[in-house]
């Protein structure tokens, strides 16, 4: 990392392991930044308590497995800081003072929560849920960071974080904080192999950066294909095709082959899934390489967090130092 480098703020909740969607949505593009910028990673654990916290169990287990999906995946832990939410007390404080300067209607109106909400069913939100993008927007600016990667339903919490960045600096007059730019990510949505609009995975459809070469392989034989095509015979058609909105995605090169070869009735399903077992396999193989060092040294895992963590802590410090400075709240 070099001094110049702009940073970058970016991470998951610890909600479980991550999946080929999480990947195509913006692991593989966090790989890809962390060679031209300096790339902090969050493992949202305080976060994942807003729909989480019935389970705190399964919020713990998952630090270490996120951390390890993403190391596999190509992140160097030469290069970026890997940390743990909890851990940075700064930001717990900073979601406090930033609490002052929004109001309970401007989160309420927020249209990423209104639509996430309702997914998961919540009618009387919780004073927390409500209130995350407010904690993101400290889990931004707590180190300081210029550009977050995000996709297009997290625009509204970046508006968040930059009116509160532009509310303290104004009203404290300083400049101490940084105004964030989110960086949109053009990834498309990668949809389940069961039909459904998305990989998710409360949705049971996901396969998992973890998931073994017999375990994808049994995935995509499970793929909706046209149900139409009772015969290899038949031609089919692609548009309806899971395994082909995969081959878009993972196999660019043969997509357009393939379709063409289907319309003809020049493959059939299970030979067309194999091509895409193939490739999935062949992406995740080196995943699994690293993946294998990384559970055999889970030492380095947890050093690495810890590493980074003091890091983030120290940083965290001197931004929420230099605020209360600015507000006159000095221990
Ligand atoms: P859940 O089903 O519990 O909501 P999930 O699998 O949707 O979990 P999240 O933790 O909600 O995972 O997703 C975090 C981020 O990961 C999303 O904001 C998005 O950027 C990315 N992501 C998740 N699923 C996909 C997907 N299928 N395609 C592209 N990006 C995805
Ligand atoms: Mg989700």
Redesign the pocket.
Known sequence: MSETQKRILTG??T?GKL?L??Y???LQNRVALQYDYDTFILLADVQALTTHFEHPELIHGSILDVAIDNLSVGLDPERVTVFQQSQIKAIAEMTIFYSMLISVNTLRHNPTIKTEAANYGYSDLSYGFLGYPVSQAADITFCKAELVPV?E?QLPHMEVARKLVRRFNDQYKTSILVEPYAKLSE?P??PGLDGNA??????GN?IYLSDDADTVAKKVRSAVTDTNRISVKIPGNPDVCMVSKYHKVFNVDEHENICSMCKNAEIGCVACKKLLTEKLNNLMDPFREKRAYYEAHIDEVQDIINTGSRKANEIGNETVGQMREAMSILI
């Open positions: 998951d909740r909600t999946h969607g999480h195509v949505g913006s996709g339903d990834t949505r990668l998305k990989m998710g995975k409360s949705l996901a």
